[in-house]
């Protein structure tokens, strides 16, 4: 008896550890689970439906209809559910020697009908169920009790989906540059922030020779896939770093995912730039467009957008154009999620009045993520300020 508890205990460590790795405890109601428990009500022609994960001593509803959101886990229907790991139906609670003196049915809701199916994350736990409910005695069909599953596979597949889409952030995330390139006589500092889980954005910097380059990319689209093709794209610039010519190196990269993209039909808009000592500034912006040098005597220049890009037909060359920075003046280059969260091209004023405030460089990135964040966020956000020394 105790080496089976022992076990029951390591067990429910092991759910309530992956329940808490979902990171979705306590989070807003969202329509791809609501959706399934409006479905599951027509279906089965039932009052209550949920969606119930056990947290400790609670029950918790993602999504539930006729009932609350939360409710003790003693004694509930979904607990004997995830213990035997197995669908579990009742057709008449009163009658059920298990049931019938429940809390459940001697009391609110009066429970008679359940049927539930035990919810599984990637690791095999069962953390919760999803679940149909009566005040009526009821019976499930074969066909019935097949559908039952699909639901709950349904649901499955929508957890494991933040799953896998966290553990892609966090890989996502050590893509980007752990160290800041050496640059002498300036300062930089960066930010990117995705808008659902991963990024299609991403930022880049190192150091080639006495120069270092910066690198602000946005592919078309949101989630895994512009991950996958940023994640390309990135790598693919990296690989032609020691080219010196600019150009060479984006018609490089452009080449390595060209397909890729056409597949996809998608396309990467890129701001490609290596930073001199002398100040200098040479660049190639394909189709980006939002790299701006904020003048340290007042005013912004806006860098031209001339070339192509990456994913569509180039019918000319890339070529790189050149700007100058002089004493205590800002490169900035942001995604276009920060430009419409912050309404469109008249915030450009209003980057140059933050970046012309701010002591530092991380402290710029900083107030323009957050300004950003606290508009109409909808896309992801990216920033990189390159400041060059009086």
Known sequence: MAVDTESR???????QRALTGLGILDTAPEARFDRVTRLAQQL????????????????????QLGLTQEAPREGAFCDATVQQDAALIVQDASEDARFSD?????????????????????GGEAVGTLCVLDTVPRELTPEQKRVLRDLADWVQSE???????????????GLLPRR??????????????????VSGDFYDWYDVGDDFCVTVADVMGKGMAA???AASVRTALRSAMDLADLEASVETASRVVEEDLDQLSTFVTLFHAR??????????????????????SGGFDRLDSGAIPLGIPSFGPRAPQRAQLGPRDALLCVSDGILDALG???????????????????????????????????????????????
Request: proline residues 6%; hydrophobic residues 45%; glycine residues 10%.
């Open 9 to 15: 205990q390591q067990t429910e460590v092991r759910r």
């Open 44 to 63: 089965f022609g039932v009052p209550m439906v949920s969606i119930t994960l056990l947290d400790g001593d609670r029950q918790w509803r993602k999504s």
């Open 102 to 122: 429940n809390p459940f049915v001697l009391g609110d809701p009066h429970l008679r009908f359940y049927a539930g199916e035990p919810l599984h994350v990637a």
């Open 159 to 173: 957890l494991e989906r933040d799953d896998e889409l966290d553990r892609a952030a966090i890989a996502q995330k």
């Open 180 to 197: 800041k390139p050496a640059a002498p006589g300036y300062e930089v500092a960066a930010a990117c922030e995705p808008s659902r889980g």
């Open 227 to 229: 991950a996958i093709v």
């Open 275 to 296: 930073v001199h000592p002398d100040g200098a500034v040479d660049y190639v912006d394909a189709g980006h467009g939002l790299a701006l040098i904020v003048r340290d």
């Open 344 to 390: 469109g091209d008249h915030a450009l004023t209003r980057l140059e009045a933050i970046v012309r405030g701010s002591a530092t460089a991380a402290g710029a990135v900083s107030r323009i993520v957050g300004a950003a964040r606290n508009g109409v966020p909808i896309d992801d956000m990216t920033a990189v300020l390159v400041r060059r020394s009086a």
